[in-house]
């Protein structure tokens, strides 16, 4: 992979309908490049990106690379034998991750990466948010959609790009951000990552990439943070400011007051208190908010402006977004998959409503459920009852005795009402059956689970789900 090459005037992205990908292709069109891509399936991003003129071919086959294309932009999910990726190869086609064509697009602008294994796709859309609202118009580049869809990217005519930065495959070691956010460091991504200390290995690349005199905003609260806090704090030219409920937090969290769907966050930052409000349940989306405001006072915006501004974020599809209501109960899409994320989603909703929780969960990955299945069970116990579905697959092959009913095991020993559905289509009569008036009930996963939620709802008013 040559990827050195970063001519982006006619890039053709192989998985382009990815929400990576597809930002960073809205992006180029929008600046003018002839684009293309493929996906293997129809959909509305698909025909976002189509009304903003990029030629989408659906499904992989070599002859879908077109002539003059000056790159074939890919991500860690291709697999090596994709047909177009060959063909871009024997044609002399510059091939370019997309971490490398993101830190491209970042170029000559004042960067600010957000990392971190949970909660980057929302504190990245909070930025893009408030930062909007106060007219610095930001480009960015975000993991998921705000509202609709393509609206995961946008090419502004401000200075400031904010870009969400992975590190799943050490891609985030690409960018050299002016300011970078770390909200937490734990172990995931078990497919490339053997151990904590390749994580924290990782972690301090990727801070060693600010560029001089750039700023890290960093957990205070988290012990991953902390400990590579340590491990970085000296380094020369950086300026580090923590954040969270810890006494020596440099933007310390006073306060987060529960209300309903909302928070209500007081904070002490540069000697002064500030309450603003997060239009989103739950104290770690509360936190994500004050990352957000630490580091956006890094670039230079004032405290005060920013947190009131931070009230605009309404929220980003699949981060506790309401699908639907029907016979007095609430359906809610979660894409938390990381054990942590479920105990954070589950404990925002159970302060957010007086009824009863309900989760369908669809565990993500053979890896992760191989090394987290008794920690996914044990969060699955905070909810009243679950269903838990077979594994999504996403990139992986199936790895022998790895199921979902490791996980459905594990919820039983720590005292849960759990049940296993294998048929999908099963599921949203599963699901109503269950609920009654008064229930809340979140689809929970980062695959295919987030299609059942209309499903559900049409099963609560009585109409038959669609086949």
Do not use: W
Not at 37 to 51: F, I, M, N, Y
């Amino acid at each position: 992979m040559n990827d050195a090459a970063h001519d982006l005037h006619a890039p053709h992205f192989i998985g382009i309908g990815g929400a990576g990908m597809s930002g960073l292709a809205k992006i180029l069109a929008v600046r003018g490049a002839r684009v293309s891509g493929s996906d293997a399936k129809e959909s509305e991003t698909v025909l976002a990106l189509r009304a903003l003129g990029a030629q989408v071919a659906v499904g992989h086959a070599a002859e879908n690379v077109p002539a003059g294309v000056s790159s074939v932009v890919v991500s860690s999910a291709i697999r090596a034998d994709n047909p177009e990726l060959a063909a871009a190869r024997e044609r002399g086609i510059p091939v370019v991750h997309r971490s490398d064509a993101l830190a491209a697009l970042m170029g000559g602008r004042r960067a600010l990466a957000v990392a971190g294994t949970h909660g980057k796709t929302t504190t990245t859309s909070m930025l893009a948010v408030s930062l909007a609202e106060l007219g610095l118009a930001p480009s960015y580049a975000i993991g998921g959609d705000l509202d609709v869809p393509g609206s995961n990217a946008h090419h502004g005519a401000g200075e400031i790009f904010v870009a969400e930065a992975d590190e799943s495959d050490r891609s985030f070691h690409k960018y050299a951000p002016e300011v970078a956010i770390i909200l937490n460091v734990e172990l995931d991504h078990h497919a490339n990552y053997a151990s904590m200390d390749e994580i924290h290995d990782s972690f301090e690349t990727f801070v060693g990439r600010i560029v001089p005199g750039g700023t890290l905003v960093i957990s205070a609260d988290q012990e991953g943070a902390r400990e590579l806090t340590g491990r970085v704090r000296d380094l020369a030219g950086l300026r580090v400011v923590t954040y969270g409920a810890a006494e020596d937090a440099d933007v310390r969290v006073l306060a987060v007051r529960p209300h309903g769907m909302t928070s209500e966050v007081t904070v002490l930052i540069d000697g002064d208190e500030l309450t603003f409000t997060v239009s989103v349940p739950g104290r770690h989306y509360a936190h994500n908010a004050v990352a957000a405001l630490a580091a956006g006072v890094a670039l230079g915006v004032p405290a005060a402006e920013l947190a009131k501004a931070l009230g605009a974020y309404t929220g980003v599809r699949r981060r506790l977004q309401l699908k639907g209501e029907a016979g007095g109960v609430q359906v809610i899409d979660s894409y938390a998959h990381h054990p942590t994320e479920m105990v954070a989603d589950l404990e925002a909703i159970r302060e957010a409503t007086e009824g009863r929780v309900l989760v369908v969960f669809q565990p993500h990955l053979f890896s992760r459920t191989q090394q987290l299945a008794e920690e996914m069970g044990q969060a699955l116990a905070l909810a009243d009852a679950s269903v838990v579905l077979d594994i999504y697959p996403a990139r992986e092959d199936p790895v022998p005795g790895v199921t979902s009913e490791l996980i459905i095991d594990a919820a039983r020993r720590a005292g849960a009402d759990v049940r296993a559905e294998h048929v999908f289509a099963a599921a949203p009569g599963v699901l109503a059956g269950l609920a009654r008036p008064g229930d809340l009930l979140l689809t929970m996963g980062a695959g295919d689970v987030t299609n059942l939620g209309p499903e559900i709802v049409a099963c609560l008013a009585g109409v038959a789900p669609s086949a």
